[in-house]
């Protein structure tokens, strides 16, 4: 059983920058593949960034690229995501989600393929 717990969500102005943060309690961190998911009001759960348990395999949403960065530090059990020149339109809950995977290049876009998830953390953006 893993336990993810997000944090770092506020209300920032377009433009801004927030650094999330997503620390995994329960099993080895490092062999699990992980990403960052968000839900707006009333929208379905959309795929955000991904990150193999290696951190060596990258993909992101075509909406946050060059402006969104994922990362992790499996010693200290954490994924990041730091969100870059933000717009109104990526004020949503922010969930983090873990799966366990056999290959150090496997990550994930597809929300189904998680086996865990985190309560997520509330972004903001004001215009």
């Known amino acids: 059983q893993v336990q993810l717990v997000e944090s770092g969500g506020g209300l920032v102005q377009a433009g801004g920058s927030l650094r999330l943060s997503c620390v995994a309690s329960g099993r080895t961190f490092s062999r699990y593949a992980m990403g960052w998911f968000r839900q707006a009001p009333g929208k379905e759960r959309e795929f955000v960034a991904a990150i193999s348990w290696t951190g060596g395999d990258i993909d992101y949403a075509d909406s946050v690229k060059g402006r969104f960065t994922i990362s992790r530090d499996n010693a200290k059990n954490t994924m990041y995501l730091q969100m870059n020149s933000l717009k109104p339109e990526d004020t949503a809950v922010y969930h983090c989600?873990?799966?366990?995977?056999?290959?150090?290049?496997?990550?994930?876009?597809?929300?189904?393929?998680?086996?865990?998830w985190g309560q997520g953390t509330q972004v903001t953006v004001s215009s």
């Open positions: 989600a873990a799966v366990s995977v056999t290959y150090s290049f496997s990550f994930y876009s597809r929300a189904d393929d998680y086996t865990y």
